[in-house]
């Protein structure tokens, strides 16, 4: 029988004194553990330096931003609105880089105000040298390979829209002699990974890029640090994967005197096993014999859309007033009329339903999904039944709650329709 699954740093009373002040359901941020993440990012072997940032899409509360500005990460940010949303919450132009699918309409003030700029396909290097001629630039190549989990989690090789592709190059050095700009860095992000090899063979791949590219200083390697929700998972070991990247630096180094610093920039890594989602069971509902035993909550693909669109596996547990011994075999479903709103989907496949063993479910219990995050309250099929933003809170190292997004009110739902 499968084992029952414990919050990762959530307990009973917590749950009930964060529900108590602000309701459910809740993201739960946990701040120790956002900082813990943070030295560990920092602490990835470089040979001549690393900047870190932190790819806001997973989580853009100013709350989480400011936390990591404080322990030393710069920010990765992946829209125009992005950068206006970290430049509001305090960060440093400066410490903001975009890149970007789409370009923003006041590119050119942003990059006055100083963000810096790497781009992600050939018309986007052209607008900028239009915009900035004789200026220095990022560049982001698409190498042709990617280590993603799935198709839509893939962000490297032919299937995907990401950077400019690697074939392309002498085009990007006819744009960049036509605005006499410099490039000055090299982007790849090329998805989820936690194998050495894989690690290895990308900064290879990238090096061979570099080296086209005299005026290269930095390396950007992306995010993708695959990290594990459910306790079976693997995490990725930052000291273990970046240490042969280091030696490639080293190497290249030796071989042409230049000595390239080192970018990274996950948003996983840094989240997602820093929030639970906490929610209440609604309901316990059964389809007879030969169906299924569900239970249902009262959130659901409105606070985390993964499990629904990619079959992603979080930790979901039960806290009960009066803990029990007996379990059951539950599926687990949302909130929403939507047959597609499952929190217990097959592992991979959104299409299948699974069932987890949970003790047994009272009308009112807490339920605590974990991993919740990286692309949870960041990617939200928002307002799908009208329901209202959930509320985010972070627990400070003496696990007192402090309030960093408001519920929504109703009101706000329909606030920008125009009345007819
Ligand atoms: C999304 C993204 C990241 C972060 O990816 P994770 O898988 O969350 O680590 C980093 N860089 C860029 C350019 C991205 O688009």
């Known amino acids: 029988m499968a084992s029952i699954i414990q919050p990762r740093f959530l307990d009973f009373s917590t749950a009930h004194a964060v529900a108590e002040a602000f309701g459910t359901p809740v993201y739960i941020y946990d701040e120790k553990t956002l900082e813990a993440n943070a030295a560990a990012v920092l602490a990835f072997p470089n040979a001549f330096g690393l900047t870190a940032r932190y790819a806001m899409k997973a989580s853009p509360n ?14 990765d940010a992946s829209s125009g609105h992005e950068v206006h949303r970290a430049m509001a919450a305090g960060i440093a132009a400066e410490k903001i880089s975009l890149s970007a699918q789409e370009l923003p309409c006041d590119l050119g003030d942003l990059l006055d105000a100083g963000i810096q700029f790497n781009a992600c396909s050939l018309a986007q290097l052209e607008r900028f040298g239009q915009l900035k001629p004789g200026g220095d630039v990022g560049i982001r190549i698409n190498p042709g390979a ?22 392309w190059i002498p085009q990007i050095k006819q744009l960049l002699a036509q605005y006499a700009l410099t490039a000055i860095r090299i982007h790849t992000h090329i998805g989820s990974g936690s194998d050495p090899d894989v690690w290895l063979k990308v900064a290879k791949m990238n090096f061979d890029i570099v080296r086209q590219f005299p005026d290269v200083v930095t390396l950007n390697l992306g995010g993708g640090f695959k990290v594990g929700r459910m306790p079976e998972e693997q995490s990725t070991d930052l000291q273990v994967v970046g240490q042969p990247v280091k030696e490639k630096f080293e190497e290249f180094a030796a071989e042409t005197g230049r000595t390239i610093r080192l970018e990274i920039e996950p948003g996983t890594f840094l989240v997602a096993n820093a929030c639970a989602l906490l929610s209440k069971v609604q309901d316990v509902v059964s389809t007879g014999e030969g169906g299924y035993n569900f239970i249902k909550l009262n959130t659901g693909m409105t606070e985390l859309l993964r499990p629904s669109i990619y079959g992603a596996q ?5 806290l009960q007033g009066l803990e029990q011994d007996a379990t059951e075999d539950y599926v687990v479903v949302g909130h929403c009329c939507e047959s597609g709103d ?6 991979g496949d959104p299409e299948l339903l699974a069932t987890r063993t949970l003790p047994v ?7 605590v999904i974990d991993g919740s995050g990286a692309y949870a309250s960041a990617m939200t099929p928002k307002h799908y039944n009208s329901y209202p933003e959930a509320a985010e809170v972070m627990l400070d190292a003496g696990k007192t709650p402090r309030l960093i997004r408001r519920r929504q009110k109703l009101e706000d739902i329909w606030a920008n329709e ?3």
């Not at 100013?62 to 920010?75: D, M, Q, R, S, T």
């Not at 499952?342 to 592992?347: D, E, G, M, N, R």
């Open 314 to 318: 979080h930790p979901i547990s039960l």
């Open 361 to 367: 479910a009272e009308i009112g219990d807490f339920c």
């Open 342 to 347: 499952i929190l217990t989907p097959a592992p």
């Open 146 to 167: 990617g280590s993603g989990g799935n198709n839509r989690t893939n962000v490297g090789g032919p299937s995907s829209s990401f950077g400019i592709w690697h074939e």
């Open 62 to 75: 100013a709350a989480i931003l400011n936390i990591f500005a404080k322990a030393g990460l710069h920010i």
């Open 418 to 420: 125009v009345p007819v």
